[in-house]
């Protein structure tokens, strides 16, 4: 089993960033593919990013494609995404996920096993 923590959530103003963190405990995540998701009120679970096993291959979202960067510190069994010129729409709860079957970036949702229990994330204009 593993556990994944999200944490760096929070309130910021429209063009500013944050650094949200996805720690995972119970088991080392070097072999597994990661991923972002988020989702707004009254809206379905959405992908936003994904990273392979060694953080060499990642893909994202068309809307924050340019804006976010997700990346990896296998040592400390972190996952990260950095999130710049943040705007309203981005507003969500944000969630990391662990693909126990992939080690290749993957953006279906229903290819992740592990979820955290998410950080939101409010941008106001």
């Known amino acids: 089993q593993v556990q994944l923590v999200e944490s760096g959530g929070g309130l910021v103003q429209a063009g500013g960033s944050l650094r949200l963190s996805c720690a995972a405990s119970?088991?080392?995540?070097?072999?597994?593919?990661m991923g972002w998701f988020r989702q707004a009120p009254g809206k379905e679970r959405e992908f936003v990013a994904t990273?392979?096993?060694?953080?060499?291959?990642?893909y994202y979202a068309d809307s924050v494609k340019g804006r976010f960067t997700i990346s990896r510190d296998n040592a400390k069994n972190t996952v990260y995404l950095q999130m710049n010129s943040l705007n309203p729409e981005d507003t969500a709860v944000y969630f990391c996920a662990l693909s126990s079957t992939y080690s290749v970036p993957t953006r279906a949702r229903e290819e992740y096993d592990y979820w955290g229990q998410g950080t939101q994330v409010t941008v106001s204009s």
């Open positions: 990273i392979n096993w060694s953080g060499g291959n990642s």
């Open positions: 119970g088991r080392t995540i070097s072999s597994n593919a």
